[in-house]
Antibody, heavy 120, light 107 residues
């Protein structure tokens, strides 16, 4: 059974940093690209970043470009999101999600999410 | 950036009735359109991809149609578990973008 478990969320001051992790199990992690998607309180979904299965291709949303970096360690079956220079606008639940077998572009299986709160 | 617009924002439907949700793209996305369902406190769940292909385990009462810029998600006979928020998402170009969502509530 495919399982994704996010961790690393918490409360951080503006300008601070956090690293989110997403532990994957139940599938061959190294064969799948992965996404991060976030959802601010009471708001809709916002795509954040994508990484190819081997890590060779990465895309980031303009809203996080230069501040957030997606990465992965296939030996540990883990996806990461390094978040720097955090602002209050980054407060959200952060979900990791797999791609499907047919396309990089949509999210097949989702984790339950981890909450990031940026506040002084 | 591709803008996805969903309508209506809220849809009130009685159990057993049909629900029709719309999604419009600011330019053509071909058939690269997905639909998700999200219930309170839960992550989204993939319903439809390729505009009309149901994801694994999704009941046949959910159907998607459309191409280009106009898309529709139809729930043929609403069950109690279908009351939720529905999002469309285009994957024709980067950045990937979602619509603002349609909340389907009990009438």
């Amino acid at each position: 059974q495919v399982q994704l478990v996010e961790s690393g969320g918490g409360v951080v001051q503006p300008g601070g940093s956090l690293r989110l992790s997403c532990a994957a199990s139940g599938f061959t992690f190294s064969n799948y690209g992965m996404h991060w998607v976030r959802q601010a309180p009471g708001k809709g979904l916002e795509w954040v970043a994508f990484i190819r299965d081997d890590g060779s291709i990465k895309y980031h949303a303009d809203s996080v470009k230069g501040r957030f970096t997606i990465s992965r360690d296939n030996s540990k079956n883990t996806l990461y999101l390094q978040m720097n220079s955090l602002g209050t606008e980054d407060t959200a639940v952060y979900y990791c999600a797999t791609i499907s077998s047919t396309s990089w572009g949509f999210m097949d299986v989702w984790g339950k999410g981890t909450t990031v709160t940026v506040s002084s | 950036e591709m803008v996805m617009t969903q309508s209506p924002v809220t849809l009130s439907v009685a159990p057993g009735e049909r629900a029709t949700l719309s999604c419009r793209a600011s330019q053509s996305v071909s058939s690269k359109l997905a639909w998700y369902q999200q219930k309170p406190g839960q992550p989204p769940r993939l319903l439809i991809y390729g505009a009309s292909t149901r994801a694994t385990g999704i009941p046949a009462r959910f159907s998607g149609s459309g191409s280009g810029t106009e898309f529709t998600l139809t729930i043929s006979s609403l069950q109690s578990e279908d009351f939720a928020i529905y999002y469309c998402q285009q994957y024709d170009e980067w950045p990937l973008t979602f619509g603002g969502g349609t909340k389907v509530e009990i009438k």
